[in-house]
């Protein structure tokens, strides 16, 4: 799209991208949001100044941030230097996580629970003083699956956007619409194949939505928290310059 491709320039002008000392001075802290289900621990990054400003929720893959902690931190500080307040969820409960290290499986049943949990803290930001009425999602993985179900069931999330996600089959049948996306995918995904991005974008389409599908050749799972790569820096400059165009963000 050339309006990305103008943003993606004046990023890399104004020195906007990862590993920028501008976002290194963003560090984030450590709160609680209520939702309906429990309390849930996010890392908030405070964009700066007093203006109203949009809202971010990052929402983690199967292994959650920790493995890759840095990386996700950099990410929310960049997002918080371009005028977006960033928060990265922990979604799953303390029982989805002594399940999964059983070796249980609980994606699925477990899906529309995760999806409304996110819309409750969507309403969270939403509500608090410094919002500026918008609020959108980044997912990654499963949290890609996720944010393209919770941003289907919750009409008040903006816009989305799907790392190497794809269409929420936990509760499809509930998909009549999806906020505008941003799917970005590796071509050589062996966990989640391209194709899967590729059908998320094209429902969207057909249920009347506008979906930006970006390829990444040679890509595989997980480029996006690789900030050092060419292709996460990418994805990375994509994700603000669709961001600020869908939730009306402004760079201090």
């Given amino acids: ?25 963003i560090e984030g802290q450590h709160i609680v949001l209520p939702a309906k289900e429990r309390q849930v621990n996010v890392t908030y990054f405070r964009a700066p100044g007093e203006a109203p400003r949009p809202a ?5 893959g199967a292994n959650g941030f920790d493995a890759q902690i ?33 070796g249980t499986d609980v994606f699925i049943d477990r899906f529309g629970a995760w999806a409304r949990l996110v819309d409750d803290l969507a309403g ?10 918008k609020v959108g999602l980044i997912g990654f993985s499963n949290g890609g699956f996720l944010a393209a179900g919770a941003g289907a069931l919750d009409a008040r999330i903006n816009a989305a956007v799907i ?9 499809i049948d509930r998909v009549t619409r999806f906020p505008p996306l ?3 995918h590796g071509d050589a995904d062996a966990i989640i194949q391209v194709d899967r991005g590729k059908e998320l974008a094209s429902l969207a389409r057909q249920l009347g939505g506008s979906a930006d599908l970006v390829i990444y050749p040679g890509a595989t799972h997980g480029f996006g928290s690789r900030l050092n790569t060419k292709d996460g820096a990418d994805a990375l400059a ?3 310059a669709f961001l600020a165009k869908e939730l009306d963000a402004h760079s201090p």
């Fill in 238 to 240: 994509r994700t603000i």
């Fill in 70 to 102: 840095v990386n996700y931190d950099r990410y929310c500080s960049e997002l918080a230097g371009n005028g977006m307040d960033a928060y990265l969820v922990y979604y799953h409960s303390f029982a989805d996580q002594h399940s999964m290290a059983s």
């Fill in 182 to 184: 941003l799917v970005l």
């Fill in 163 to 171: 790392y190497y996600g794809a269409v929420p089959f936990p509760i």
């Fill in 124 to 133: 969270d930001v939403l509500a608090a003083k410094q919002s500026n009425g």
């Fill in 1 to 25: 799209m050339p309006w990305i491709r103008i943003v993606v320039g004046a990023l890399l002008a104004f020195g906007l991208l990862p590993g920028m000392t501008r976002a290194a001075d």
């Fill in 56 to 60: 971010v929720l990052l929402l983690h």
